[in-house]
């Protein structure tokens, strides 16, 4: 079953516009790590934000902030204002400690493609 | 800031050799972790391993692949015999029990 999905499989804006991110999880875990990645073209894996299943105050980091609801089970992640460098694939991933005792186990979703056109 | 370290950052193998795609995490953590990017697709997780045991491993990780920490410091992922489909990003990943850090990854193209 899929465990972390991401409807969006692409998202065009003009430089300077919002763009929105979603993210929707499925777990039966009450203890869970939630992540942002942001792969650019060149191919690296470039860790955003992690959020855990304690905490929801939904944070502002510069022109990054996120949602995270765990009622519905959604984990939104914004860029505000956006620019040219954020064109990228973005994924949301899940960590449950499960059998190895260890966060470092991630589900990824399959990606949005974020494309920003000056 | 400590980094994970994959090498090399692009391998194109013949397909049914051997490929051994090398990582050195950082030098505390304790989980080391290969996770696999198709192009175009998601990544997904292939192994995680700690106390020098493979501690949980997907169904895609059969028997072509093995991994091996040799010497304290390297962790490597061996391909037995590649296949064409086992083209993909190879992503190392090592931990400490909280969030994973990940290298820069390996592209291996199986021609």
């Known amino acids: 079953a899929q465990k972390v999905t991401q409807a969006q499989t692409e998202i065009s804006v003009v430089e300077k516009e919002d763009v929105t991110l979603d993210c929707v999880y499925e777990?039966?875990?009450?203890?869970?790590?939630l992540f942002w990645y942001k792969q650019p073209p060149s191919g690296e894996l470039v860790f955003l934000i992690r959020r855990n299943s304690f905490d929801e105050q939904n944070e502002i980091s510069g022109r990054y902030s996120w949602n995270f609801q765990k009622s519905t089970s959604s984990f939104n992640f914004t860029i505000t204002a956006s620019q040219v460098v954020d064109s990228a694939v973005y994924f949301c991933?899940?960590?449950?400690?499960?059998?190895?005792?260890?966060?470092?186990?991630?589900?990824f979703g399959a990606g949005t493609q974020v494309v920003v056109t000056p | 800031e400590p980094e994970v370290t994959q090498t090399p950052s692009h391998q194109v193998t013949q397909m049914g050799q051997e490929v051994i795609l090398r990582c050195v995490p950082i030098?505390?953590?304790?989980?080391f972790y290969w996770y696999r990017q198709i192009l175009g697709q998601k990544v997904e997780f292939l192994v995680s391993?700690?106390?020098?045991?493979?501690?949980?491993k997907s169904e895609i990780f059969d028997d072509q692949f093995s991994v091996e920490r040799p010497d304290g410091s390297n962790f490597t992922l061996k391909i037995r015999s590649t296949k064409l489909e086992d083209s993909a990003m190879y992503f190392c990943?090592?931990?400490?029990?909280?969030?994973?850090?990940f290298g820069q990854g390996t592209r291996l193209t199986v021609v």
């Open positions: 991933a899940l960590s449950e400690v499960g059998t190895t005792d260890s966060w470092g186990k991630l589900q």
């Open positions: 777990t039966r875990d009450t203890t869970y790590y």
């Open positions: 391993f700690y106390n020098n045991e493979i501690s949980e």
């Open positions: 030098s505390n953590h304790l989980y």
């Open positions: 990943a090592s931990s400490e029990g909280m969030e994973a850090f």
